[in-house]
């Protein structure tokens, strides 16, 4: 099956600083989402984009789909950007796979 | 619209005993699936449903039951629960085979 790398696996950043975190896929893809888990759990959708580029405020997301990777920027962090970020790719017709994540600590 | 939702948040089980977890989406959409959530496995899927009235395996199907009896209902079961289903469980929905995934805030079971 599909294999997804996500990295960094943790990451710290003073609050204002920029970020760039990398999905790494080991085969086509046609789907892939980004999401952000908050400290109490919830997954929030961020972005689908199975290729191209796209822009939601402070985040914006690229993928590469002959390259096989997603990057996700986060400029301007605040503390509420804190949790887990995700991404995930569909393999066949139904099956998500998920990385396993990049934990962010945003600090004051 | 409160697009997926998951019933209930929070429960803690006993060995043994059985339990149902509620899913409802309010945006027609055709395909349903159950996940669970474990510290340092990200998330795997259990069952998912292309339709009302139809269910398939996942990833860990395994202890769990499913039924879609109605299009915007997909209900996960655990009929003799084990500390090993102890997670963090997340429904989700899609309109499509190749669309974007609508998620739940997810259900914290405990079996003790």
């Known amino acids: 099956g599909i294999q997804v790398e996500q990295s960094p696996p943790d990451l710290i950043l003073q609050e204002g600083a920029n970020s760039t975190l990398r999905c790494n896929f080991s085969d086509s893809v046609n789907n892939l989402q980004w999401f952000h888990q908050n400290p109490w759990g919830q997954l929030i959708n961020l972005f689908y984009?199975?290729?191209g580029t796209k822009q939601n405020g402070r985040l914006s997301a690229t993928t590469v789909a002959t390259e096989r990777y997603s990057l996700l920027y986060i400029s301007s962090s605040q503390t509420t950007d804190s949790g887990v970020y995700f991404c995930?790719?569909?393999?066949?017709?139904?099956?998500?796979?998920f990385g396993t994540g990049t934990r962010l600590k945003v600090l004051a | 619209n409160a697009g997926v939702t998951q019933t209930p948040k929070f429960r803690v089980l006993k060995t043994g005993q059985s339990m149902t977890l509620l899913c409802a989406q309010d945006?027609?959409?055709?395909?349903m699936y159950w996940y669970r959530q474990d510290p340092g496995m990200g998330l795997r899927l259990i069952h998912y449903?292309?339709?009302?009235?139809?269910?398939a395996k996942g990833e860990v199907p395994d202890g769990y039951n499913v039924s879609r009896l109605k299009k915007q209902n997909f209900l996960l079961g655990l009929e003799s629960a084990a500390p090993s289903q102890t997670s963090v469980y997340f429904c989700a929905s899609t309109w499509g085979r190749n669309t974007e995934a609508f998620f739940g805030q997810g259900t914290r079971l405990t079996v003790v």
């Open positions: 995930a790719v569909r393999e066949g017709t139904y099956k998500y796979i």
């Open positions: 945006m027609n959409h055709e395909y």
């Open positions: 449903s292309v339709g009302e009235g139809t269910t």
């Open positions: 984009i199975p290729s």
